[in-house]
């Protein structure tokens, strides 16, 4: 089957665009703080475009559909409240004992397990590398790559907000967040390569089928 064909997945992929526009509308109704829902939901905004311009000449894997969508599901939640206070991560906390709201944590996992899955599928479909060693390696160095520039990003809008920018910053007091926010994107992303490089392997290969 070629890109161009028809695929049996792709009104699943409409539903899933449809979808994540209505739980963005719904995020952006009542957000907490409209500039924190707006960074926050930043990313997604750019994404699905992209992810629909680019479908008929490079579609991704099922798996990877899937995991961008539950992350943009967990940006657009973060942002409707803020991370610090999504309901969710109180219920961590509580269950956990923890001494903050760990929810902004599950959104910088996501920001490694996610990225480290894009970065392998187009390391591979590029043949950019060989060696699985190589390729992991890789994978997790653009991975910390991305956490870096995003800590500098929230650098950048707490020198030009000021005290705006707590919202969006949600370090909670901790003085160790931009390092346990990477250290938590380093933890996803080897998460996603012990986990699903099988699976994604199957399902590239299925995609250099057509």
Known sequence: MSPESPSPRAPWLVLASVATLVLLAVSGWQPYD????????????????????????????TLLYVCIFVHATVLMLGGAYSY???PLGFQLQDLLHLGRNPYDKIGHFFQGFVPALVAREILIRGHHVQGRRMLAFLVVCVVLAISATYEFIEWGAALALGQGADEFLGTQGDPWDTQS???????GSVTALLLCS???DRQLGRLAAR
């Open 198 to 200: 099988g699976l994604h």
């Open 34 to 61: 409209r500039a924190t829902w707006v960074m926050e939901v930043m990313p997604v905004a750019i994404a699905l475009p992209v992810l629909w311009l680019t479908y008929g000449r490079v579609p991704l894997t």
């Open 181 to 187: 926010d990477m250290f938590f994107a380093l933890i």
């Open 84 to 86: 610090a206070r999504v």
